[in-house]
Structures are given as C-alpha cells and as structure tokens.
C-alpha cells in the first residue's frame, strides 16, 4: 500500500509559479514510477506528467512542455510539480498518483494509487 499526500496549492495570478508536493509513505519510494493528472471543473482526469522509479524518464503532455516539471526527491519521499507561466486553463484539481513498477506510465488506469487532490486556481 501507498499513501499519498498533495499540497502547494492555491490561488496565484497568470503568469506565476506553483510548486506542488505529493509526500508518500509505504512501500519504497523509488519502486514506483509516479504522474500528475489533473481535472478541470466538468471534465475528465487528464495526464500531465509522469516519472519513473530512478527518475531518470520522464513524459509530459505535449501541450504543458516546457511549463511544467516533475521532479522526485526518493530520499524524502516526495514528488514534485514545478508549474511555471501559469494561465487560468491550468485551474484544476491536481493529483499525484502511483504505479506499481518503475516504468513511467500516460494512461489514467494504469495508476494503482491516488492522492486526495490539491486545488490550483489561475486568475486573469
């Protein structure tokens, strides 16, 4: 079993930055490959970005390269979203998930574990 918890964030105007953490406990860390997704108001779960074990792969959503970053730190546990040049279509519940196995995955399903969710607003 995997534990995970978001926070970082909140409301910030067009343009700023945001660092999300996503802090886990179980199983080791580095035995997961991990991703970000997030959910507009009315719409699906979608990726954003995700990274393997070692965090040595990474995968963005071609739309967010560039922007954002998905850094881990395996020895505090934690997973990062570095969210840069926000704009309001960022607004979205964030949430970290885990997969079991080191190999980064895209897909929504393929994800055994799902924080709460952290809100991020982006104003205009």
């Known amino acids: 079993q995997v534990q995970l918890v978001e926070s970082g964030g909140g409301l910030v105007q067009a343009g700023g930055s945001l660092r999300l953490s996503c802090a886990a406990s179980?199983?080791?860390?580095?035995?997961?490959?991990m991703g970000w997704f997030r959910q507009a108001p009315w719409k699906e779960r979608k990726f954003v970005a995700a990274i393997s074990g070692g965090g040595f792969s990474t995968y963005y959503v071609d739309s967010l390269k560039g922007r954002f970053t998905i850094p881990r730190d395996n020895a505090k546990n934690t997973l990062y979203l570095q969210m840069n040049s926000l704009k309001p279509e960022d607004t979205a519940v964030y949430y970290c998930?885990?997969?079991?196995?080191?190999?980064?995955?895209?897909?929504?399903?393929?994800?055994?574990?799902w924080g709460q969710g952290t809100q991020v607003t982006v104003s205009s």
């Open positions: 998930a885990a997969t079991r196995g080191v190999t980064a995955r895209i897909r929504l399903e393929e994800y055994d574990y």
């Open positions: 179980g199983r080791p860390f580095s035995s997961y490959a």
